[in-house]
């Protein structure tokens, strides 16, 4: 791997994924993490790999200062982009929104006698059965759409795995933003909100934003009725409401740590032990 | 991005002379882009091929291979409909007059192999320690093995490339494969797993090298019995007992002497013969 040449506390843009800012800056600008040199031919071999774990930001909401680092382990926010994974997981999802309520009348459901409207023999036209044959006007429709159930499986630990992944394809992108805290405006007006997510550069010309909140609606409600006016400039929903279309569809998620949290408590199923009857742990 | 900057002004003080107001009108084509488009992940998102399979599209055209019949060839009731499976026209049933084919050996097993260079590889990238010993559960954990069936078996492919000493515990060793552990200065055991102890180690319930308690079928007992395969029984041998429980070692005390003292007795019994 080629070592960066700007140190990463330079060429950090607004992306969550840092390093323990242990260096100095002078002491980064040396000579040696400059020079790739191949000085070292044989590279030890590296230390066993124990648990790992990286590190989000924090930041303070509408001043989106940083607050401190937030330490999460790397199979939650630095899981391997599993395309595969994803698409499966966003199939599974679609198939399960999908409502399934197109519904016809076939031949025997549509209302009408079932006398036989010509004879068999000797008018010169075709034979003909029932008025509400498919093949007239005003008939059934054969082999239309009934009610049905779109839905697939797929396997919670595999869809769980998903979650994480999708998270952590943003983290690794520094497209996942944690709030330290609520996530709350002062100002109802979709005005407001509009200049903030300008502001931050996560508005509609930047590919708009997900925010994620703990609470709901109740507990957020400036924030919430005030991006209800401004969906061209992104979204806004509860832990709760979010899938795994939302937190990859946007530009970026803008999350509270505590939904995050919530989020990544409850898709770990491939990681606990715990057993789950009908969905129950 | 100071590269482009530096492009700019060589190139303004090139032709500074004729045309001084060049650089302003390249600045935008030399100047990096400020707003990228935002590209969603989820237009790249597919599964792998090999997970799924293409639909077959019957009676859609020569080109689909599948066009004129269907594959489902000329007339009769193959083509319009459905034969019972195994249906021979009304003859004796196929599994009548045949019989069912093969058998199901209980006895075989099914070990996960594990090949030397492939344990390297992992301890070059640093996901196995190889300071503590290596057993199934390390290498399940690990991912160096996609889950054990019937146990782990060491091989010996690549030996050449073990250079880190290891204390690894397996169900089984080849003999390759114990030469090379042994050459780079570590050590082999091979352990008798039940496919029960096998899930409870896996499960980290059950220490994988000390508390286990089974009973061994023979013939997995004459095999940890043997030093050769670097058994955990083989310090139960004695100095002239046989790994095998049925043969004795040859030249042994109380093995079968084939000396002569004992023809010569029955050969003095023929002589006393009075018939």
Request: hydrophobic fraction near 35%; aromatic fraction near 6%.
């Amino acid at each position: 791997m080629p070592q960066p040449i700007l140190p990463s506390q330079l060429t950090r843009s607004i992306t969550t994924q840092t390093t323990t800012p242990t260096l100095d800056l002078a002491q980064a600008y040396t000579a040696s993490s400059l020079t790739t040199s191949a000085t070292a031919p044989f590279p030890a071999s590296p230390s066993p790999i124990g648990p790992q774990s990286v590190l989000a930001t924090l930041y303070s909401f509408p001043a989106l200062e940083p607050l401190r680092f937030q330490s999460y382990p790397s199979t939650h926010l630095h899981l391997p982009t599993r395309r595969d994974i994803l698409h499966r997981a966003i199939v599974y999802e679609g198939d399960k929104t999908r409502l399934g309520t197109a519904s016809t009348k076939w031949r025997r459901e549509v209302h009408g006698s079932t006398r036989k409207i010509r004879p068999q023999k000797g008018t010169g036209r075709a034979r003909l059965g029932d008025k509400k044959s498919p093949m007239l006007r005003g008939g059934g429709v054969a082999f239309g759409p009934k009610p049905r159930d779109f839905s697939t499986k797929l396997p919670r630990k595999l869809y769980d795995l998903a979650w994480r992944t999708a998270l952590s394809y943003r983290y690794r992108k520094g497209e996942l933003v944690v709030i330290d805290g609520a996530m709350e405006l002062a100002d109802p007006s979709p005005r407001y909100a509009r200049e903030v997510l300008r502001a931050h550069g996560w508005g509609n010309a930047q590919g708009r934003s997900l925010l994620v909140t703990e609470g709901g609606e109740e507990e957020r409600e400036f924030l919430f009725r005030a991006m209800e006016g401004i969906g061209e400039e992104g979204r806004v929903l509860s832990w709760e409401e979010v899938d795994v279309k939302d937190l990859l569809e946007l530009g970026r998620i803008v999350v509270e740590r505590g939904a995050l949290e919530r989020i990544l408590e409850e898709h770990q199923s491939d990681l606990t032990k715990t057993k789950r009857v009908n969905g129950i742990p | 991005m100071p590269p482009r900057l530096q492009l700019l002004q060589t190139w303004s003080g090139l032709f500074s002379s004729q045309t001084p107001s060049l650089a302003p009108l390249l600045a935008p084509f030399l100047l990096p882009v400020q707003q990228q488009r935002a590209a969603s992940i989820l237009s790249s998102l597919s599964d792998n091929p090999g997970a799924y399979s293409k639909k077959i599209r019957r009676g859609r055209g020569p080109a689909s291979g599948k066009g004129k019949t269907s594959g489902r060839g000329h007339k009769g009731q193959k083509q319009h409909g459905k034969v019972p499976a195994g249906f021979n026209g009304g003859q004796t049933k196929e599994e009548i007059t045949k019989g069912p084919r093969g058998f199901l050996n209980h006895f075989s097993v099914n070990m996960s192999p594990l090949n030397v260079d492939r344990l390297q590889d992992w301890i070059d990238q640093g996901r196995l320690d190889p300071s503590k010993p290596i057993t199934m559960k390390e290498l399940n954990d690990s991912r160096c093995l996609h889950g054990v069936k019937d146990g782990v078996k060491l091989l010996g492919r690549g030996s050449n490339q073990l250079k880190t000493p290891v204390n690894i515990i397996v169900s089984r060793a080849s003999t390759s494969a114990i030469a090379a552990i042994e050459a780079a200065g570590g050590s082999v055991t091979t352990r008798f797993y039940t496919p029960a102890s096998i899930k409870r180690v896996l499960r980290g319930q059950v220490d994988p090298v000390v508390s286990l308690q089974s009973t061994i079928p023979r013939k997995d007992l004459e095999y940890y019995r043997d030093l050769a395969h670097r058994g955990y029984l083989s310090h139960l041998l004695g100095k002239n007992d046989s790994p095998s429980l049925f043969f004795r070692v040859p030249g042994a005390p109380g093995s079968k002497k084939r000396d002569g003292s004992k023809k010569k007795a029955s050969a003095a019994k023929a002589e006393n013969r009075i018939w």
